[in-house]
Structures are given as C-alpha cells and as structure tokens.
C-alpha cells in the first residue's frame, strides 16, 4: 500500500500561484511514477502533469502547459505541482496518484492506470 497525502490547496485569485505538494508513505517511492489529475464538478478527472519515477520525463495537458511544472524529490518521497498564471478555469480538486513502474522510464497519462490516489485538494481561483 501507498499512502498519498496532497497539500497547498486553496484560494488564489486568477494570475496568481500555488505550489501542491503530495507526500508518500508506505512503499519504495522511487518504484512509482507521479501523476496530478483533477477533476471540477460536473466534469470528469483529468491528466494534469505526470513525471517518470527518475524524473527523466515529464508530461503535460496543453491546457497547462508554459503554467504547470512537475517536480519531485526521491529523498522526501514528495511529488509537487508548481502552478502559476492561474486561471479560473483551474479551479478543480487536485489529485495526486502512484503508478507501480519499477522498471519503466516512461509514465501513464490515464487514470486507469495508476494504482493508488490521495484524498485530494480543493484549488479556488477566483476572477
């Protein structure tokens, strides 16, 4: 099991920055890619940004693009999502999830895929 904990949510007005951080616990954290989806009401989760278990790759919605940067520290067993310029259309709950790729360089893009989930974090921007 793999517990994921996200943090750094909240109110921002549009233009401004957040920084989420997700911690894990429980198992190797560097066996795992990362990934942050969310998810606004009446709409489906979607893919954020991911990042490889190395940090090798990284990956991001062209919605955030040039906004978002993925980061993440083995040492800490933390993933953080840097956002900035944020727009009201990012107000959504934020998830961070665990994909289980010991041996992979790559990460997933679905959410299917990924095999264990934080409780989520609440990102207001208000216009």
């Known amino acids: 099991q793999v517990q994921l904990v996200e943090s750094g949510g909240g109110l921002v007005q549009a233009g401004g920055s957040l920084r989420l951080s997700c911690a894990a616990s429980?198992?190797?954290?560097?066996?795992?890619?990362m990934g942050w989806f969310r998810q606004a009401p009446g709409k489906e989760r979607e893919v954020v940004a991911a990042?490889?278990?190395?940090?090798?790759?990284?990956y991001y919605a062209d919605s955030v693009k040039g906004r978002f940067t993925i980061s993440r520290d083995n040492a800490k067993n933390t993933v953080y999502l840097q956002m900035n310029s944020l727009k009201p259309e990012d107000t959504a709950v934020y998830y961070c999830?665990?994909?289980?790729?010991?041996?992979?360089?790559?990460?997933?893009?679905?959410?299917?895929?990924?095999?264990?989930w934080g409780q989520g974090t609440q990102v207001t921007v208000s216009s």
């Open positions: 429980g198992r190797t954290f560097s066996n795992y890619a």
């Open positions: 990042i490889s278990r190395n940090s090798g790759r990284t």
């Open positions: 999830a665990a994909d289980f790729r010991p041996f992979g360089v790559t990460m997933a893009t679905d959410s299917s895929e990924y095999d264990y």
